[in-house]
């Protein structure tokens, strides 16, 4: 007899864009050891090039790089760079992967990031961060915030690596020693439970399509060079130029769909990403000149489904005066003046050919799958579709052909940033379901001495002044720094470093804490964003909190920034010194917080996100409260009865309800609502209309929507005017087979001044019933009457197919409605063709209305939880490019149609990434938190609740008795908004004080 | 009878009529001081002496000031200014509004005696009588008629809110609308360059002696520690160089920012008559222009700095 | 000699102190007259502290989140 082998509690992880990140960091939060492998010697992926990202318009990086610094320190993440995936051996649960380390040239432990050696190699390469706009060396560093903080060396580029005797110069500009030539590359087995492949995308070659001209004409450039051209870190410094001869623009067009949508080099998907980039890439470019510049897309259907897009593309259009060509572009040649403009001949949708010039092109370059990620599919069994993506199987969101393998992001089909963070989240919580019973058994957990009791001790401050090699001493004098640091009241202890952050240097502070009997650290050096937690760790091990430790950032801040002014900078870094001696004596001790909590969820609502929900949670072997408040489960799925990919749906929803029936874990409770909420993260307890109470940890939001009931187009006065929903009944009961004409009318109630948003799945869903409707009657005439088609992602297959089959498109615009009128016993439809220029009149049998998605009235859910519902009343996430499922409230997180519009097989994936999120909060034995929160000092309160109002985690709030404010320590995410306003001086933060801050000013 | 007059014998018969019903356990209003246009806060507690209440056109204070933290249950006398102060206060969670009963007066404005004394050229007032839209002042040996906008507070003259914005019970005709306030004594200090500014705010707050009577005037200044008496950390020095009397100031209207209802308390009470609504009402228009914002004119708005909006306009931001 | 204006400047950890170091990073050079306090968050900085920052001599005060 054969045993099967233990479960292993870690996750192989292949990719470290932003869906690798997010995965890792769910996974390594949810008590799993994580390889995160990266074939690039920096994590990040794409992110990282974007200049800003819609429709926030926030910077790229800066909303990247906090999830890059707590994914690269984590101790349970085990970031593997130059590496790649080479054999995968073993079942789900047990997996042996096989990985190829490649060699860096560069020991990262010893590398301090300083860029001394880059300065000194001789080699320039294209850089390809940079998209080739500019160049690096051939040791380099992936682009500036990359984690890990360490340089590479290009192995083809070296003249070392290829002549040992050659050149060198490296070598001596390293004071650290991290670099050796002669590193080797390595081959690692690890042992896993699950793998999720998250590898994203590689941009389309610009030049397989010779019309546009990319390649040949220097005016001419892809998406993503412009993104670097835009961003502030690239090649010209966010200054708007054309690359060629450094000209500013004055008019810039870009074209869509440059291999996307294109069935002749078998991309026939859209890249569903490149209308809304081309928007913002419109806009950006727009706030970046100083001039009028004239911005044009040319486009074939603007696709701006997502959500807050519509509005997005709706300002760019109206107020920010970007123009949209509706048209094919035929043909890009180059002016014959020399100016190096550029013309762009094209077909309006009228048939008529106009030509216009730019002095720029951007081409809006699809996405598609690496060579090698296809290669590896192969290797690995894993199916890709015809496009060569691991497209998920029907209704799984997230999983593979090959069970305990997960897919997420652009590599399971073009997709943005929030799905691929919904679908990594995701993909976490499926592997988390096989592993569950393996939780918690390989992560590491650090453990130091007792703690020093500070309190009361005279002050006696450690000063640490480093040279980084020749970063900081060739420019500050650091001896100087040194002697006056010994000067400065409380200091007890001063001296220099080479490197601060090498490893016997921590060695070095922890005997002088002992030597000397300091009980508050300051190291001037780099940045504490990078160094501090590095710092603190030696304070811990040393028996100090952590918390009794200043930096000063005498480098990046002072050395790097006045080069050529050593005397002033060596001022400054004595002031920058002065300070942190100065708030280092008011330090004090900060000690976390924990609290006890319940393990349990509450799923509020029971359609098919909120099942889903509760399903994984409960195979995760959490306890789960479902709520639902109609009588039974399904939601609006009831009515629905194919999938987008001809799924039978009822089936579905019976297997998910028998699974919920028949789990140990779940307890249903329907035709009930949620009557009160009170709590917070880890101890919620919530009571229902029927009037039993529920203590619970985490809150899942799954509330669902609905069909809006149409008020036009005769909907309700004539019965043979239906919505998409009554259709699919309709459909599916064989009731459809007589009809001849069959008219759908798209965006009914959607994309109006009411519902300025997008529905995002009737179009995929009328062109799936126009083609059900053609099979079963093929001499039917289905005519789609839209203003744009949107079928993103693999969906625009279905449209071709449908174009194939005979089904007639006719696009109508928002100012001429179709007019539907009762004829007899037939509906009467006349729309204007755009191409004829022309009324159209149908005899219609039958006329479908796309109705839009509506939200239920989540008012009283979002005032209870304290969650916030946007404009058109869906609830609102915490960030809509980063935090898809989170709100501001910790432990409440929402999933399907209460967020917006979307298909059955997105609100699947939403679901498991809410369950995801959630386990980051439940895999803890107790609610922790660092403990720099805010204070109150009731004596002084007044009890204004001016600070509960600008909250903005809703963490303080005035008792009702006391008349005080009371801060909740486990929501306090300690940004000091209520102590700011606080007139009375009653708030305070710990770890960052008034009276700290206020001795820096003094200092001065 | 005449107009103030009618005014005062209805707010005693209301406060007479609240105290007999026991419906509150005191009236706070004004009583005649023992000089002409000394009306001074008075506090009531029995029906019979409902009769000590006065209305005149020297009830200046703000009665805001007494109506915080109050456990019984009080009726206020409340002109425009008290009522907005009331409003805010009661936003504040400092005022239980179910505990107080609001007697709302309409105002035309309070009677500046500087500006009294400046008509008197010195002599002391020894009678006032009003006679329409003016005022019969008599000093030993001489008699003039005043017309009473002319002896307005400035405060006054450019309120808009005469009429309270909220009250329980209206007593005797609204006031008239005023015109929008041109803030004209603003824009002419942000005229000035900055070393004018500088040296204005200098000359001005030099005089300052730092006796808080500002501060202690003002409803809206109840911190239990203000931040001049702060230690850890002393965000200002106690001694009255000018930087840390500026400092005390521009702290103190900040704290005032989206409270203020500009009703001149401060001003009144400084002994050393520092222009100090010079510098609240540079606050003032601030809050209006940037947030549309003006205290206590709408009750259930919340004020403007404990409110986040995301479409807040922020004009001062540098943009790329 | 030029007269040099002190700038004492609040940053937020998250954005605009990281675009400080960056600024390091691409060794943009800059007037060494500023002086930067690093904040959990620009929701940190008291009016009080800009004040007095000015009173303290400071000649400009850059508050940035």
Same mark, same amino acid.
């Given at each position: ?10 996750v192989?992880v292949l990719g470290a864009g932003i869906a690798g990140i997010q995965a890792s960091l769910d996974l390594a939060e949810s008590g799993y050891?994580v390889?995160l ?6 994590i990040g992926g794409t992110m990282?090039?974007l200049?800003k990202t819609f429709p926030t318009n926030d910077c790229s990086m800066c909303i990247l790089s906090p999830k890059l610094v707590e994914c690269?320190?984590h101790?349970n993440i ?23 380390? %490649? ?53 083809? %580029? ?36 699950s793998v999720i492949l998250v590898p994203g995308f ?70 569903s990403v490149?209308?809304m980039y081309?928007?913002k ?23 701006t489904y997502g959500k807050e897009f519509e509005k997005y ?18 043909? $890009? ?57 691991a497209e998920p199987p029907s209704l799984t969101g997230v999983g593979t ?5 997960y897919v997420a992001g652009a590599f399971s089909g073009p997709r943005d940033i929030p799905e691929t963070v919904m679908q990594a989240s995701a993909a976490a919580a499926d592997s988390s379901v096989i592993l569950s019973?393996?939780r ?85 050096? +780099? ?33 790097? $920034?006045?080069? %050529? ?32 909590m319940s393990h349990d969820v509450l799923v509020i609502g029971g359609g098919v996100a909120g099942m889903n929900a509760a399903l994984n949670a409960a195979s995760q072997g959490y306890k789960v409260n479902l709520v639902e408040k109609?009588?039974?489960l399904g939601g609006i799925a009831?009515?629905i009865?194919?999938g987008m990919?001809?799924?039978?749906v009822?089936?579905y929803l019976?297997?998910l309800?028998?699974k919920i029936?028949?789990s140990?874990l779940i307890k249903v409770y329907?035709?009930?609502e949620i009557?009160?909420v009170?709590g917070f993260v880890g101890n919620f307890v919530t ?7 529920i203590q619970h940890g985490v809150a899942i939001i799954a509330t669902g929507g609905n ?27 064989? %009731? ?10 798209? +965006? ?7 519902r300025?948003y997008c529905s995002r799945i009737?179009?995929t ?25 949107r079928?993103y992602g693999?969906y ?56 839009a998605i509506v939200p239920p009235d989540n008012s009283r859910l979002s005032q209870f939880f304290k969650v916030p519902l946007n404009q058109e009343g869906f609830f609102l996430e915490a960030h809509l490019k980063l935090r898809p499922v989170d709100f501001g409230t910790d432990g409440v997180f929402m999933c399907g149609l209460a967020h917006g519009p979307k298909n059955l097989e997105e609100n699947i994936s939403q679901a498991k990434a809410a369950v995801s999120r959630a386990c980051t909060v439940l895999a803890k034995?107790?609610i922790d938190v ?21 909250c903005p985690a809703k963490a ?9 404010? $009371?801060?909740n320590?486990a929501l306090c995410k300690?940004c ?29 | ?17 609240? @105290? ?41 204070? =703000?009665?805001? =000031? ?18 907005? #102060? ?33 008509? @008197? ?60 306030? #041109? ?53 200002? =020095?106690? #001694? ?15 704290? #005032? ?51 986040f909006?995301a ?10 | ?13 998250w954005?605009?102190?990281?675009? *400080? ?31 007095? *920052? ?12």
């Open positions: 007899m054969t045993t099967k082998p233990d479960k292993v509690g870690a192989m050891y390889y492998v990266e074939k690039s010697p920096a990282p090039m200049d690269g320190r101790l085990n970031v593997m760079t130059c590496s790649e995936l080479v054999d995968l051996q073993g079942e789900p649960g047990n997996f042996k992967a096989t990985i190829l380390k %490649k060699a860096r040239f560069v020991d990262p432990e010893k590398c301090t990031g300083c860029g001394s050696c880059t300065e000194s190699c001789p080699v320039k390469v294209d850089d390809a961060f940079n998209q080739g706009l500019d160049k690096r060396k051939a040791i380099y560093k992936l682009y500036a915030q990359a984690y890990p903080n360490a340089y590479a060396i290009d192995k083809q %580029k070296c003249l070392k690596i290829k002549k040992p005797k050659a050149c060198g110069k490296c070598l001596e500009a390293c004071q650290a020693g991290a670099i050796d030539h002669t590193m080797q590359d390595d081959t690692v087995d690890v042992q896993i439970g590689e941009a389309f070659q610009a030049k397989e399509l010779s019309y546009y001209g990319y390649g040949k004409l220097a005016n001419v450039v892809t998406s993503l060079e412009f993104e670097r051209l835009l961003s502030a870190s690239g090649p010209f410094g966010g200054h708007l130029i054309r690359p060629s001869d450094h000209k500013e623009p004055k008019k810039v067009a870009w074209i869509q769909c440059v291999g996307s949508r294109n069935c002749k080099i078998e991309n026939g998907y859209c890249s490149c209308c081309a928007i890439e419109a806009v950006i470019a727009k706030e970046h000149t100083p001039y009028e510049l004239d911005t044009a897309i040319f486009f074939m259907d603007m696709r593309y709706d300002r760019a259009r109206n107020e920010q005066g970007v123009r949209f060509i509706r048209s094919r572009v035929y043909e $890009v040649t180059e002016a014959t003046d020399g100016s190096g403009n550029i013309i762009i001949r094209y077909s309006n949708e009228d048939g008529t050919i106009t030509n216009e010039e730019f002095d720029m092109v951007v081409l809006s370059i699809g996405l598609e799958p690496s060579g090698e990620m296809i290669e590896l599919a192969g290797k690995l069994g894993v199916e890709l579709n015809k496009f060569n993506f052909n090959r069970p305990g393998v019973d393996a918690g058994t390989l992560v590491k957990k650090k453990e130091y001495p007792a703690e020093k009791d500070v309190a009361g001790d005279i002050i006696r401050t450690g000063v640490f002044i480093c040279h980084c090699g020749i970063n900081i001493g060739s420019v500050v004098k650091v001896p100087d720094v040194v002697e006056y640091a010994r000067t400065l009241p409380g200091v007890a202890f001063a001296d220099e470093k080479l490197y601060a952050c090498s490893q016997d240097t921590g060695e070095q502070i922890k005997e002088a804490i002992e030597k000397y009997g300091l009980n508050r650290i300051v190291v001037a050096s +780099c940045s504490p964003r990078t160094h501090e937690p590095m710092f603190q760790d030696t304070l811990k091990e040393a028996g100090l909190n952590p918390n009794l430790f200043e930096m000063a950032n005498i480098r990046d801040q002072c050395s790097w $920034v006045h080069q %050529k002014e050593p005397e002033k900078a060596t001022e400054k870094a004595k002031d920058l010194v002065k300070m942190a001696v100065y708030k280092a004596a008011l330090l004090e001790p900060v000690q976390g917080v924990s609290l006890g109609s009588d039974s009831k009515r009865r194919y990919k001809g799924e039978d009822q089936a019976a297997e309800a028998s029936n028949s140990q329907t035709g009930v009557a009160e009170h009571k229902l209309s029927n009037g039993e109470e069909e809006y009931q149409p008020a036009e187009y005769l909907y309700g006065q004539n019965d043979r005017v239906k919505t998409l929903l009554e259709l699919e009944t309709d459909l599916a009961d064989g %009731k459809l087979a007589g009809a001849k004409n069959i008219v759908f009318i798209q +965006c009914v109630g959607s994309r109006d001044p009411e300025p009737c179009c869903k009328s062109i799936k019933q126009a083609l059900k409707l053609k099979e079963a009657n093929p001499d039917a005439n289905v005519f789609i009457l839209y203003r744009d088609i079928t693999f625009e297959d279905m449209y071709t197919e449908a174009r194939r089959k005979g089904v007639i498109f006719i696009r109508y615009s928002v100012d001429s409605k179709p007019v539907v009128e009762a004829a007899g016993d037939k509906v009467k439809v006349t729309v204007k063709d755009h191409v004829l220029g022309v009324p159209v009149v149908i005899d219609a049998d039958v006329v479908g209305l796309a109705a034995e107790s660092e403990g720099k929160c805010a204070i109150v000092n009731k004596k002084k309160c007044a009890g204004c609740g001016v600070c509960e109002s600008v303080v709030a005035v008792d009702p008795a006391e008349k005080v404010a $009371v801060v320590e300690g000091g908004a209520c102590a700011s306003s606080c007139r009375c001086g009653a708030l305070n933060i710990k770890g960052c004080t008034n009276e700290q801050i206020m001795a820096m000013i003094n200092a001065l | 009878m005449l107009r103030m007059q009618k005014l005062a014998s209805a707010i005693q018969d209301a406060a007479r009529m609240l @105290l007999e019903e026991k419906k509150v356990d005191l009236v706070v209003g004004f009583s005649k001081g023992s000089l002409p246009l000394r009306s001074t806060p008075c506090f009531i507690r029995k029906p019979e002496d409902a009769a000590k209440l006065t209305w005149d056109c020297s009830c200046e204070n =703000n009665l805001a =000031n007494y109506l915080r933290k109050r456990q019984d249950r009080v009726a206020v006398v409340a002109k425009g200014c008290d009522a907005r #102060s009331i409003a805010a206060l009661i936003n504040e969670n400092q005022i239980d509004r179910n505990n107080l009963f609001i007697i709302g007066v309409p105002c035309s404005g309070m009677v500046d005696r500087a500006k009294v004394e400046a008509a @008197l050229e010195g002599k002391d007032l020894i009678a006032v009588e009003e006679k329409g839209d003016t005022l019969v002042l008599k000093a030993i040996g001489v008699t003039m008629e005043v017309k009473l906008d002319d002896l307005l507070h400035d405060t006054c003259k450019v309120c808009r809110y005469g009429n309270p914005v909220i009250y329980d019970m209206m007593i005797g005709e609204p006031a008239p609308a005023k015109p929008e306030d #041109s803030f004209a004594d603003v824009a002419a200090f942000e005229a000035l360059s900055p070393a004018e500014r500088r040296a204005a705010l200098a000359a001005e707050f030099s005089k300052c002696i730092r006796c808080y009577a500002c501060r202690n005037a003002c409803p809206m200044c109840y911190c239990t520690e203000c931040f001049v008496d702060c230690s850890a950390p002393v965000w200002v =020095n106690k #001694s009255t160089g000018t930087d840390d009397n500026i400092m005390f100031q521009a702290g103190r209207v900040f704290h #005032s920012a989206g409270r203020c209802a500009d009703c001149g308390a401060c001003d009144r009470a400084c002994p050393m008559g520092i222009n100090l609504r010079g510098m609240t009402r540079k606050m003032v228009k601030e809050v209006k222009e940037l947030f549309g914002y003006e205290t206590g004119v709408n009750p259930d708005e919340k004020p403007a700095l404990a409110e909006k479409d807040d306009p922020q004009p001062f931001l540098v943009k790329e | 000699m030029e007269w040099e204006p002190k700038i004492v400047a609040f940053l937020c950890n954005c605009s102190y990281a675009g *400080a170091d960056l600024a390091g990073v691409g060794r943009i050079q800059y007037p060494p007259n500023i002086r930067v306090i690093r904040i959990p968050c620009s929701g940190r900085i008291n009016p009080l502290f800009i004040m007095s *920052a000015i009173k303290n001599g400071a000649d400009g005060v850059l508050t940035s989140g």
